[in-house]
């Protein structure tokens, strides 16, 4: 291909976070007619290039150039007049508005300086045609399934008619359809000569649809090259640095397993009719599609959500606690997801929440012993090799060492069972490989993990059993030897049972 | 459901149609309490027993829809008592002098854009929270108001107290072109990014939304809004009082809970705050006529603004 | 910026901490004026600004508390009007010392407090609502109680708290000193503080970390209602008599001392040790407006204006929600 110029290119540009560095002397150029991957772990520093990229950012060094011209201090809507549209895995909607008036949203055709509606209609209906939404153009996005929403956002990034479309993981919540029809969508695009380009960790995804890859790892970039002559096992490489198969421990079966909570019947928010059984000495891995009530099914076992079941064993008493003390004193813990939202207070220092849990189930009223706080923070922030002064604040903390303080809080209690919820995402590769041995090494000392995990690979290679679940039922059990990452996929999309169309 | 692209060639009024989800049970609420109304006090369906019942509505309308506004935008406005005050005392003591009716009129919109303006900026360019910020406003305003009036006085003409609080509806009429006014706000870009500033703050901006602009404007219209109201209290009265808005602050919180206003920003419609405006002037009125004390009435009024916040969670902790 | 609860400020941290310089400003004041007004460094005087002080600090006493759980107490003023009202009706006749009564309004004023936390903690009532509708309740109940008239005190413990000087010092300053004494150590040295602090900062993560959220909130409130009523006891004591509205000062009095004070509207950070200075920094302002001789309108305007003043020069607060 003849190389055209760039419609949009960053030159050296450098970004960091509460003195983190997130990127570091990074270079891209998205040219005319060009489906650009943009490949990364979670943490590689990928969302923030594209903020800069699209003016939502400012770089602390390096420059934006649109059409070969830098721009100093892009702004969002500068950024949209030099063409530049964003489709944010954060979804950039709002709920109580239309869908119509979420599509043209900072961007209204005007008639005598009111939102021309008619105009409005006619352009939104066009995009909402490119991308299939056939819902009444009236309808709150508030009322629309996640799926849907991110098709209004795709919709919404087309009716600014970009010369350069940006697309951050724009399935990840998509039915295969939607992919599809996004797919050929894509196609159009690039042989109009919009520059695209694509993040996501469907590596099948990329493989098909981009020419070019750039690669980031640790907020540097890696790779910068024609996707043509390189495999998905190649691509891994570029992104982890390392043969994939390295960065598992070694499994190895533990002595002895014992099943430490059984429920019958079980059903908590979308999770629905489960029975189950969690062994001391094992990893149980829970995987499925995202959002197949996985997450409903760790809550109401932690006493988080209003749980039922037909008949409940946890840890010796015959009934599930009732709420999340209860769930404590019973010796479970629960790492959430979300470490920003759910997991750790961000304005607090890394001793404050490390020793939270443990003040949450002391008396109220007895006197703090500063000094044995200190030990035992000192203690758990050595064993779990979290960087830096633990008066800090927790939001200074990069994601792999946050997560560490959320896994750590938990070891003044000595839990028996653990349950994490995708404790690796946005988890460097380092800091995953660690968490992987320190699971490992949980089972082996006798707790119980539960490990829900977005990621099949960690599934397989950490995990003794795996449970699949799909629209809120647990619909398979699949023992070590039978752990692959075909049997986990076909068990989450149900193709035992039917053909589904692709 | 799935209308054909011709049939929703027109999308305005679906937008708007859709908007009442959610309200019907507010609109029935308060559509009981008018039937109640109209049977315990027939005068409400003569022109003058109309005029005086929406008289009494009036200003909590427009401060409802002020404090919706600033509840819209994400934040609180614990000044809208005191700008109410300061409006009444600008029109006692302007309109009767040389500036006349026209030119207090000017100078009452004026003082209430200025303060809205300025608390607007304070707030979003300061990043300070506009509960702080309209706490010590309020003093600021009140402070001003005693300043041109320092106790009740001044006189707003004769004629405009019978045309604004007289026996004839004009009030009504008001309230309805407010409504349209807002209606025509409510449909250009910067008034409908409202909607997104308050609810997806950063969304917006990445969408090339000017936030900023849209939360001060918001800001100058809450002012103006209160203000306008304090005019009216004062051609109610036919004179001036520095503390007479004092309750409206609360009063207005608690018409735009009703309403359906979520403290979060975004959540939230004016014909609910409108409504939710209604109600509770219609409350304190029906408990009036059904010979409820002051106390019956206040405590009445508490139980009642708890409920309505609490019915809806309470629904969902059964679900 | 300010303690959040775990951290123990050393050295040049706590010549930049909010209390600190809370205190500092309030010292220079105090110097300044002193130095440059006649009468106002008497000690005479000062002592009355403490005691003054005193009845503010009480009350936000409670009001830090649940401001850094992330809540607001709109109905504080109402609960010290009732406590000041009440306490005459509720004396007990056969008990000369007072104390029954002064137990019995304690008593009452906790358990609206209490109520408030229940309905914020259960109803999911956002508190401002919550506790406004609290307020315009107790409006009712107070003119049921009094009427207009004011309610003379016939109490001697009360009175002698709010007259006494033993050693010199007001009974209401030594109070106000045991309190925040205990309301320090409850916030910054035990668990239950820290569960607050939790709270405030971040409700989810605090229930996923195990903190027993509701009674965490319901105590909290319960705190504000009983230091209200403390602070309602002590105003009656002062004035010698009860009347409706005469807590009304205390409300945006309370707030203002725990955001001058350092603590952060949107909760999980502050102390009570900022609020103290807070609290004395608005008496000695409002006798400052006093001594300027201004007219109640241009009183109102520099209190408004020192305040957003104050608040612009240290309490920028990053937007987070």
Not at chain 3, 50 to 66: K, N, R, S, Y
Request: contains cysteine.
């Amino acid at each position: 291909m003849t190389e055209a110029a760039p419609l949009l290119a960053a030159r050296g540009v450098s970004k960091s976070f509460f003195g983190n560095p997130v990127l570091r002397d990074v270079s891209i150029a998205l040219l005319p007619g060009r489906v650009h991957a943009l490949l990364g772990e979670n943490g590689a520093g990928k969302s923030t290039l594209i903020n800069i990229l699209s003016g939502a950012l400012p770089a602390d060094d390096g420059a934006v150039e649109i059409d070969g011209r830098p721009v100093a201090r892009m702004t969002p809507s500068e950024a949209r007049q030099g063409g530049i549209a964003v489709v944010q895995q954060e979804l950039s909607l709002t709920a109580s508005l239309s869908i119509a008036e979420n599509i043209g949203l900072g961007a209204y055709p005007r008639r005598f300086g009111m939102v021309d509606y008619r105009a409005l209609a006619a352009r939104a209906r066009s995009v909402c045609a490119l991308v299939g939404l056939d819902e009444p153009l009236s309808t709150p996005v508030g009322a629309l399934p996640l799926g849907r929403r991110q098709m209004v956002e795709i919709a919404k990034a087309l009716y600014r008619e970009p010369r350069v479309l940006i697309l951050d993981e724009p399935t990840s919540s998509l039915s295969a359809t939607e992919t599809a029809i996004l797919t050929k969508l894509l196609e159009r695009l690039r042989a109009q000569g919009v520059a695209i380009l694509y993040i996501s960790h469907r590596l099948n995804e990329v493989m098909a649809l981009c020419e070019h890859v750039t690669v980031l790892k640790d907020g540097r970039v890696t790779a910068d090259q024609p996707l043509a002559g390189t495999d998905a096992a190649g691509l891994v490489r570029l992104m982890v640095g390392r043969d994939p198969g390295d960065l598992f421990p070694r499994w190895q079966p533990s002595a002895s397993t014992n099943p430490v909570v059984s429920v019958k019947d079980f059903s908590a928010g979308l999770a629905r009719d489960i029975d189950l059984e969690i062994r001391t000495g094992e990893v149980l891995g829970i995987g499925g599609l995202v959002g197949q009530g996985q997450e409903d099914l760790l809550l109401g076992l932690y006493g988080a959500i209003p749980a039922v079941a037909a008949a409940a064993k946890v840890n010796g008493t015959s009934a599930l606690p009732a709420g999340v003390p209860q769930a404590n004193a019973l010796g479970l813990a629960y790492v959430p997801a979300d470490r920003k939202r759910e997991g750790l207070h961000l304005i607090h220092s890394i001793a404050t929440n490390l020793m939270l849990p443990d003040l949450a189930r002391v008396p109220a009223l007895r006197i703090r012993r500063r000094s044995a706080e200190r030990a035992t923070v000192r203690d758990l922030a050595s064993r779990f090799a979290i960087k830096g002064d633990p008066a800090r604040q927790a939001q200074a903390l990069s994601g792999g060492n946050q997560q560490k303080v959320a896994l750590a809080k938990w070891m003044p209690h000595d839990p028996l069972v653990l349950l994490l919820n995708d404790p690796t995402r946005g988890v460097d590769v380092e800091t995953k490989r660690e968490i992987y041995i320190m699971l490992r090494k949980f089972a082996a000392a006798g707790k119980a993990v539960v490990l829900l995990s977005s990621d099949t690979p960690e599934l397989v290679h950490v995990c003794d059993r795996v449970a699949v679940m799909r629209e809120g039922r647990l619909v398979a059990m699949l023992s070590h030897d039978e752990l692959s990452e075909e049997r986990i996929v076909a068990a989450a999309v149900g193709a035992g049972r039917q053909k589904q169309a692709a | 459901m799935n209308r054909s692209p011709e049939q929703s060639a027109a999308l305005y009024w679906p937008v708007q149609v859709n908007r009442n989800n959610g309200l019907v049970g507010l609109f029935a609420v308060v559509l009981l309490f008018v039937i109640a109304y109209g049977v315990l006090f027939p005068g409400l369906f003569t022109l003058s027993g109309f005029a005086k019942f929406t008289q009494s509505w009036f200003p909590l309308a427009l401060v409802a829809m002020a404090q919706a506004l600033m509840m819209l935008t994400g934040g609180i406005n614990l000044a809208i008592g005191a700008t109410v005050s300061l409006g009444a005392v600008i029109a006692a003591t302007t309109m009767s002098g040389p500036l006349g009716v026209a030119g207090g009129g000017a100078a009452v919109a004026l003082a209430g854009l200025a303060i809205g303006a300025a608390t607007g900026l304070i707030v979003v360019k300061l990043r300070l929270p506009a509960i702080v910020v309209t706490l010590a406003g309020s003093f600021i305003v009140s402070g001003a108001a005693l300043l041109i009036l320092p106790r009740p006085g001044g006189a707003v003409p004769d004629w405009l107290s019978n045309l604004l609080a007289g026996n004839t509806p004009t009030a009504f009429v008001i309230l309805v072109l407010v409504a349209l006014l807002w209606k025509l706000y409510m449909a250009t870009p910067v008034g409908l990014s409202l909607y997104a500033a308050g609810d997806n703050p950063v969304g917006a901006y990445r969408s090339g939304v000017p936030v900023d602009a849209a939360r001060i404007a918001a800001y100058a219209i809450s002012g103006l809004l209160s203000t306008g109201a304090g005019l009216f209290v004062a051609a109610q009265t036919g004179s001036g009082d520095p503390v007479i808005g004092t309750a409206f602050t609360l009063n207005s919180i608690a018409a735009a809970v009703l309403g359906g206003i979520g403290f979060l920003g975004g959540q939230g419609t004016m014909r609910g705050a409108l409504a939710g405006s209604l109600l509770l002037s219609l409350m304190i009125s029906v408990m009036f006529f059904l010979g409820f004390t002051p106390v019956a009435q206040y405590v009445a009024q508490g139980l009642i603004i708890i409920g309505a916040v609490a019915l809806p969670q309470l629904r969902r902790l059964k679900r | 910026m300010s303690a959040t609860g775990s951290v123990a400020p050393r050295g040049t941290a706590i010549l930049r901490s909010r209390p600190f310089l809370t205190f500092a400003v309030v010292a220079a004041v105090w110097l300044v004026a002193g130095l440059t007004m006649r009468g106002f460094g008497a000690f005479g005087h000062l002592r009355y600004l403490v005691e003054l002080a005193a009845v503010i600090g009480l009350v936000a006493a409670g009001q830090t508390f649940v401001v850094v759980a992330g809540g607001i107490d709109l109905s504080v003023a109402a609960i010290v009007t009732v406590s000041a009202v009440g306490l005459p009706l509720l004396s007990v006749p056969g008990d000369p010392t007072g104390l029954s009564a002064i137990i019995a309004t304690l008593a009452l004023a906790t358990a609206i407090g209490l109520f408030n936390g229940l309905g914020v903690a259960f109803l999911r009532v956002h508190p401002m609502i919550m506790t406004l509708a609290m307020a315009t309740f107790l409006q009712g109940l107070l003119i049921l109680i009094a009427g207009g008239t004011a309610i003379s005190l016939d109490n001697p413990l009360v009175t002698w708290l709010g007259n006494a000087r033993p050693i010199g010092i007001p009974v209401g300053i030594m109070l106000w000193l045991v309190v925040s004494a205990a309301v320090l150590v409850i916030m910054h040295a035990t668990p239950f503080g820290a569960r607050v602090f939790a709270l405030g900062a971040n409700p989810l993560a605090a229930t996923l970390s195990g903190v027993p959220v509701n009674a965490t909130t319901i105590v909290v409130y319960g705190i504000s209602g009983f230091t209200a009523g403390l602070a309602g006891v002590l105003v009656l004591g002062m004035n010698g008599q009860g009347y409706v509205g005469i807590g009304d000062p205390y409300l945006l009095a309370s707030i203002a001392a725990v955001v001058l004070g350092g603590t952060s509207i949107l909760g999980g950070m502050g102390t009570y040790a900022g609020t103290i200075p807070g609290a004395l920094l608005l008496v000695t302002i409002t006798a400052l407006i006093t001594v300027v001789n201004a007219s109640p309108g241009w009183r109102s305007i520099l209190f408004g204006s020192l305040i957003l003043g104050l608040l612009l020069l240290s309490g920028r607060e990053s937007a987070r929600r």
